[in-house]
């Protein structure tokens, strides 16, 4: 008789334990703990059967380096997150809160590969509700196969005569593998099933996509080691409210990690969006006050983007600060450093923040833009909107340099901006005669006031 074995596993991180914990030592989570029964069949044990083959090492300098195979995925904003199309034989998981689109996105780029096979693995949606949803999207490939299956061992069989080179499964929570008596989307589910996945990706070079929930605190639900097998992490991601997507690489084995392919989700699917400062800037003739631009740079992409604060005298005794798309705690920096270096008396003011387009920002270099679109609101006095900012600011209140400034000036000067305000550090080595927009450098916050408020 096959031997029962259960053992607990932290739902958030996947840590393993034999008994029941209250508070997990890997993640500190607390009452993450569930018990799952694992019945292991014997061949899993370590050791090597008769007549399997072994690996073999082998000096570095002998093996042959090969240039890895890449599919191009007729979307070229998928193409450059992936670092230039997908790998054969890797495996991508694509994060992404619930409704964003995740399930979309692979559809649309599964019909547009034509002339490739590609197997589409729903368990979420019956094969009625994706052709409807193709339907939607507009665009036909015959040789795009549907399978609605949960269970793995099928959807090997299926692999086996429909022969796809490439595969998508939507989810890998859904997924369950008869070696396990857990339930699907356990931690053990998940892990065995992505194993699995990952030994046909590897053994028959079929690249694998899969689809991940995330949790509510923005995590890939499931373990950790999800991320650590696979060999891309995508996620997917925008605010509900806007039609704008961005899919970020948060591991990328075969590419940088700084990329960001751009969508617009729009009522036939999602649009490439080639050109983001188009969506990222609100067109409007009239300067408004609270309203400076700032020239990213997100991966090797320069784009502009709408910074807006607003200030006001605090209704309650405590101001409010609220940030949306920039860190909140570095925008407290920055208030402090007005207030302490500049003598703006913010402290009594509530603050509110928004980078427009609802878009996240990481970039330093939007800090200065933070501070103009402050101040703006402060004075209440509007920005030219020919002008744009680009700089990092220190906490003693100096302009520090940003990489990248070349290709930030030449973005706001191909948008028809008339003036860009960097640091002054950032002026060394570039040839200013090169562009036809007004380039100035300044070295202090009060330095900027002068160009601002004269
Ligand atoms: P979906 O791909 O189902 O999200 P996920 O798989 O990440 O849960 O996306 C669903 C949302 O996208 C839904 O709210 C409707 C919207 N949508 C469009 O706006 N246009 C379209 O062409 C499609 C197919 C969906
Ligand atoms: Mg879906």
Known sequence: ???????????????????????????GEW???????INRSDDKKHGIKKGEKKALSTPIHQ???EKEERIDTRNNELNRVLGGGLVRGSVVLIGGEPGIGKSTLLLQTALNMKGLRILYVSGEESQQQIKMRADRLGTKNENCFILNETFTTDIFL??????????????????YTNTLDSSPGSISQIRETAGELMRLAKTTQIPVLLIGHITKDGNLAGPKVLEHMVDTVLQFEGDQHYGFRILRSVKNRFGSTSELGIFEMRSGGLREVSNPSEILLSQRDEAVSGVAIAAMVEGQR???????????????????????????????MLLA?????????????????????????DDPAIDLAV??????????????????????VGLSGEI??????????????????????????????????????????????????????G
């Not at 074995?5 to 993640?27: D, I």
């Open 1 to 27: 008789m096959a031997k029962t074995t259960t053992t607990y596993f932290c739902q958030n991180c996947g840590y393993q334990s034999s008994k029941w914990l209250g508070k997990c030592p890997e993640c």
């Open 31 to 37: 009452n993450t703990f569930v018990e799952e029964v």
């Open 63 to 65: 093996i042959t380096s």
């Open 158 to 175: 299926q692999i086996e005569s429909v022969q796809p080179q490439i595969l998508i499964i939507d989810s890998i929570q859904t997924l």
């Open 302 to 332: 320069p784009m502009l983007i709408e910074t807006q604060a607003l200030v006001t005298n605090a209704a309650y005794g405590t101001p409010q600060r609220s940030s949306t798309g920039f860190d909140l705690r570095r925008m407290n």
């Open 337 to 361: 450093i007005l207030e302490k270096r500049s003598g703006f008396k913010l402290g009594t003011k509530d603050v509110f923040l928004n980078i427009a387009g609802g878009i996240r920002v």
């Open 371 to 392: 501070v103009a679109a402050i101040l703006s609101s402060f004075e209440d006095i509007a920005l030219s909107n020919k002008l744009c900012f680009a700089a990092e």
């Open 400 to 453: 520090r340099s940003v990489a990248h400034v070349e290709s930030r000036i030449l973005e706001a000067e191909k948008l028809g901006f008339e003036k860009i305000i960097i640091s002054k550090y950032n002026l060394k080595g570039l040839a200013l005669n090169r562009f036809k927009i007004e380039v100035v450098g300044v070295a202090k916050i009060e330095e900027m006031l002068t160009e601002l408020f």
